[in-house]
């Protein structure tokens, strides 16, 4: 009985504890739907750094569940807000602009590596091509240097393949997805 009692409470302060602040989300957050799959978090030992491959696996693993708030929450929070601001109007969907900036922070909109099979984006339906994700493999981290190249390739439903190619910082200790800006 005495055990019982002591894990109760622990398991209720494990199950409410959370790593993301979903209250009150800003809006370049708040539009990056939750997962809508579960698989588990693949394992990385590319970098020689243990923190680079377990932030490896925290992005691969967003990937795979579909998470694209968890994928919004990996890359740097300022340049992230700048090119949401950049690229935001008031005709076009905050979701729009979130999955656009997704795409391209992570190499899968551009010429011939695009997520969509006729090319093209479509701001009805913003998340679709995201979507498409079957597997994420990254294959290679350039080991030195402040900035470094993360490159990899997605699987999609239809069994193609696009190149996935990124850039991660260290920022006070913690590692983030570079977000191109322009």
Known sequence: MRFAAFILPLLLLIGCSSTRPDANLPPQYAAAPDSDSVLSAPVYTLAADPAVNRFLAEVADAFLRHDWRALAYTVDAEEYAA?????KSE??????????I???????????????????RRADRPFAGLSRLRHVEITAVDASGEIRQVDGQVSL??????????????????????????
Not at 83 to 87: C, G, V
Not at 91 to 100: E, F, G, I, T
Not at 161 to 182: C, E, H, I, M, Y
Request: no cysteine.
């Open 83 to 87: 090119q949401f601001a950049f690229m």
């Open 91 to 100: 005709d076009r969907a905050d979701a729009d602009v979130v999955s656009q």
């Open 102 to 120: 997704l795409e391209e922070t992570f190499g899968l909109n551009t010429v011939g590596n695009t997520l969509f099979p006729d090319g093209l």
């Open 157 to 182: 439903a239809d069994r193609t393949k696009r190149s996935l190619s990124f850039f991660v910082t260290n920022q006070d200790g913690a590692w983030r997805v570079v977000v191109p800006q322009g």
